[in-house]
């Protein structure tokens, strides 16, 4: 069974620049994640969907950032325009169901802002 | 609010070594404890997971044990190789809602 895909791996951009983060989580899984990891720290949730349901975007800075889930299956994350701050890890990753709470992780972009 | 702390890293061992990595949650519910793994470049691992007091998740030769009267889950291993060094991320998850701790980086060294 495949896991949990992102793309791209690596992303350099300077700042000012938009950049998007693609997922896709194992088949069959509702629930998609969104996370930010800094440097030194464990993954933040940016963002949580319930098939193409957002249902938990409170930690998700919504003037530069959005994201979408069309057709309850991949999912994209944009961030425009980038800033400094914004360089860190971007997990994705998916559970069967709420109840499950177990999370299977992609491997993440690391993106870079210049 | 619900919460988990870890503590702090680097942790370096010996191979071999006897490994304990402490965990304590905050919970006003009954959550579910994770332990995951990072190894370098590459996304966090589930390595194991306890739902409910008492119960005790174990995968390859870890262990950590859902202790309710002292709201911990600490992994232990008792014997660590050099390809256990890694990031530790204990975890909570209560129903929608799932949280981290800082991780605990561990180097075991031949």
């Known amino acids: 069974e495949a896991g949990v895909v992102q793309s791209p791996r690596y992303k350099i951009i300077e700042k000012k620049q938009p950049v998007a983060f693609w997922c896709n989580p194992i088949s069959g899984h509702n629930t998609l994640y969104w996370y930010r990891q800094n440097l030194g720290q464990g993954p933040e949730l940016l963002i949580r969907y319930e098939n193409e349901e957002a249902v938990d975007d409170s930690q998700l800075p919504k003037d530069r950032f959005s994201a979408e889930r069309l057709k309850g299956v991949d999912s994209t994350l944009k961030i425009q325009p980038a800033e400094l701050g914004d360089s860190a890890v971007y997990l994705c990753a998916s559970s069967g169901d709420v109840a499950q709470e177990t999370q299977y992780f992609g491997p993440g972009t690391r993106l870079l802002v210049l | 609010g619900d919460s988990v702390t870890q503590m702090e890293g680097p942790v370096t061992l010996s191979e071999e070594a006897f490994l304990t990595i402490n965990c304590t949650y905050t919970?006003?519910?009954?959550?579910?404890l994770f332990w995951y793994v990072q190894y370098p470049g590459e996304g966090l691992q589930l390595l194991l997971k306890a739902t409910k007091a008492d119960d005790k998740g174990s995968n390859k030769g870890f262990e950590a044990t859902y202790r309710k009267e002292t709201t911990s889950f600490h992994l232990e291993k008792g014997s660590v190789q050099v390809s256990d060094s890694a990031v530790y991320f204990c975890a909570l998850g209560a129903g929608n809602q799932f949280y981290f701790g800082t991780g605990t980086s561990l180097t075991v060294i031949p």
């Open positions: 919970a006003t519910g009954y959550p579910s």
